[in-house]
């Protein structure tokens, strides 16, 4: 007999399945210690992966029992799943069960994706209905020496909008102490926010945040493409390719993360670059900038504060 007990299932002897311990270690595998053991219903689950932000649910799982025990993980976050069974099918009719169920389970999770997404939009555009104009004096633009351009203020939080297909789906928040969030849910891959007018034929910048971009549209007068996130600049260089052509100048200004392993920001505008074709230029740094200087709108503030 099974006996459900609050979120994980017990055997007759009050002991979990092996089946939930072993898809617990693929779990542990691949998002490190968890201390809970996953509800085997068939039914998409979410949960906190533990290096993300405390009250975040950006793990999901789903896991069946019956039959071969199988089923599938991922992050919304990191947009990527994987599938998991017990064991090898024996025969071409399990294989077919696990097919079905991974299937379900996509539709499952795209499902839940829209539904979040939309209401993000729809909290996105109520705020931004609702915001004024931003202050120039923001302690944020104050410190990053940029113009609110098209930024909108809720309080003391500047609106970021971001766009997707020319549709609102999100708003990055800014707090005064420069702490940043997206709306929970909202659409974040693909989407970008815009500073000038993109025109054919002139160039078109792509970047992280949005105080760079502010600083490569005040510095350049080009139209500029704001990612967000390094990981976020490959999926927006795509989409603006899509959408301009061939024929588009595009250049990806990117981060030198200089002090991180890796060198994430560098990476990854290399790789959006090379995915499209794209120019691809960092900022110069002079012989005695500090090392924990990133972007381009570091270099502009500390040269700024050196008189140069």
Same mark, same amino acid.
């Given at each position: ?55 975040? @649910? ?49 539709? @499952? ?31 944020? =633009?104050? +410190? ?14 500047? =609106?970021?909008? =971001? ?25 974040? +891959?693909?989407?970008?926010?815009? =500073? ?113």
């Amino acid at each position: 007999m099974t006996i459900q007990n609050g979120a994980h299932a017990l055997n007759g002897i009050g002991l979990p399945e092996k089946a939930e311990l072993a898809f617990r270690d693929a779990l542990q595998t691949t998002f490190g210690q968890l201390d809970w053991l996953p509800v085997p219903d068939g039914a998409i689950h979410r949960f906190r992966v533990p290096e993300d932000k405390p009250g975040s @649910q950006n793990g999901w799982y789903v896991l069946y029992l019956d039959g071969i025990a199988s089923g599938a993980f991922g992050s919304w976050k990191a947009n990527g799943s994987q599938t998991w069974s017990s064991r090898k099918p024996a025969d071409p009719m399990e294989a077919q069960l696990i097919a079905q169920r991974i299937e379900k389970a996509r539709e @499952q999770r795209e499902s839940e994706q829209q539904q979040r997404q939309q209401s993000a939009a729809e909290r996105a555009a109520r705020l931004w209905r609702e915001a004024s104009r931003a202050d120039a004096d923001h302690p944020y =633009l104050i +410190r990053k020496r940029a113009k609110p351009h098209s930024l909108r203020q809720s309080g003391d939080v500047l =609106l970021v909008p =971001l766009f997707a297909d020319s549709r609102l789906v999100n708003i990055q928040r800014i707090e005064s102490d420069g702490a940043k969030r997206f709306l929970f849910g909202g659409q974040v +891959r693909g989407a970008y926010a815009a =500073l000038g007018c993109i025109d054919s034929g002139q160039p078109l910048y792509i970047v992280e945040g949005w105080a760079t971009g502010a600083t490569i549209h005040a510095e350049t007068g080009a139209a500029v493409a704001c990612a967000m996130n390094a990981g976020n600049l490959k999926p927006v260089a795509q989409a603006l390719r899509a959408k301009y052509g061939d024929s588009q100048q595009i250049i990806i200004a990117g981060d030198d993360d200089r002090m991180t392993a890796g060198n994430p920001g560098r990476t990854a505008a290399t790789a959006a670059a090379l995915a499209i074709g794209a120019e691809v230029a960092f900022p110069v740094w002079p012989t005695d900038a500090p090392l924990e200087l990133s972007d381009f709108n570091d270099l502009l503030c500390w040269r700024a504060s050196h008189g140069i």
